[in-house]
């Protein structure tokens, strides 16, 4: 079974500050792939970046970046130079991508304010 | 490219009504899911479907909840009847294949009163 953790109800960072959300994970599947959503107060869930349990690098996408540490289990995105937009909600989430139709499971979300 | 669409928006109902919900998803892709959100928590996925037919419904409280993906295109999930605790958010998404990023839809924000 696939679990994703995420132990920072919310965090606080000043504008152009960068800011880390912690994700742990657990599963037994040797592939899988690991996925950060923002959901804004819109409600829309808005992909950020993906990781692959096999990817030699970690991931990067503009302003974020996938901590990625595969012996601890820890997929942390990192938001560099933090803008009033990024205030919302974060999940992580993660699928096993062996044989069969695994289901994207999500963590229980940070929720990142940025203030000026 | 035409994002996932989703409606309605907001639905306000008496518990013990039935409901339903409707999702078109970015074209060409296979994959569909519908997840619940309730206030406070992560969404947890209620369906899969690939193409027109069921992958994953193991979350799904089938003794009043009810999809189906005719064509292998649209989207409707039903309550009936709905209960207190059904309110929550109701996100549809899809994606490419089983292994691509899922894409989101607004959601719809469902009051059972």
């Known amino acids: 079974a696939q679990k994703i953790t995420q132990t920072q109800p919310g965090m606080f960072v000043q504008e152009k500050e960068a800011v880390t959300l912690d994700c742990t994970y657990d599963?037994?599947?040797?592939?899988?792939?690991l996925f950060w959503y923002k959901q804004p107060s819109s409600g829309e869930m808005i992909f950020l970046i993906y990781?692959?349990?096999?990817?030699?690098q970690n991931a990067t996408e503009g302003r974020y970046s996938l901590n990625f540490q595969k012996a601890r289990k820890s997929a942390n995105l990192v938001i560099s130079a933090s803008q009033l937009g990024d205030s919302a909600m974060y999940f992580c989430?993660?699928?096993?991508?062996?044989?069969?139709?695994?289901?994207?499971?999500f963590g229980t979300g940070t929720r990142l304010l940025v203030s000026p | 490219e035409a994002g996932v669409a989703q409606s309605p928006r907001y639905k306000i109902i008496e518990k013990r009504q039935s409901v339903a919900f409707w999702c078109n998803p970015i074209?060409?892709?296979?994959?569909l899911y519908w997840y619940q959100q309730i206030l406070g928590q992560g969404p947890k996925l209620l369906i899969q479907?690939?193409?027109?037919?069921?992958?994953?419904d193991s979350q799904l409280p089938k003794d009043r909840f009810s999809a189906e993906r005719l064509k292998g295109v649209d989207s409707t999930l039903k309550i009936q009847p709905a209960k207190l605790e059904d309110s929550a958010v109701y996100l549809c998404?899809?994606?490419?294949?089983?292994?691509?990023?899922?894409?989101f839809g607004q959601g719809t924000r469902l009051t059972v009163v």
């Open positions: 998404a899809s994606s490419f294949d089983r292994n691509t990023e899922a894409f």
């Open positions: 599963t037994s599947d040797p592939s899988y792939g």
């Open positions: 990781q692959g349990s096999y990817d030699q």
């Open positions: 989430a993660m699928r096993n991508l062996n044989t069969g139709f695994q289901k994207l499971v």
């Open positions: 074209s060409g892709h296979a994959t």
């Open positions: 479907f690939q193409n027109n037919g069921v992958v994953d």
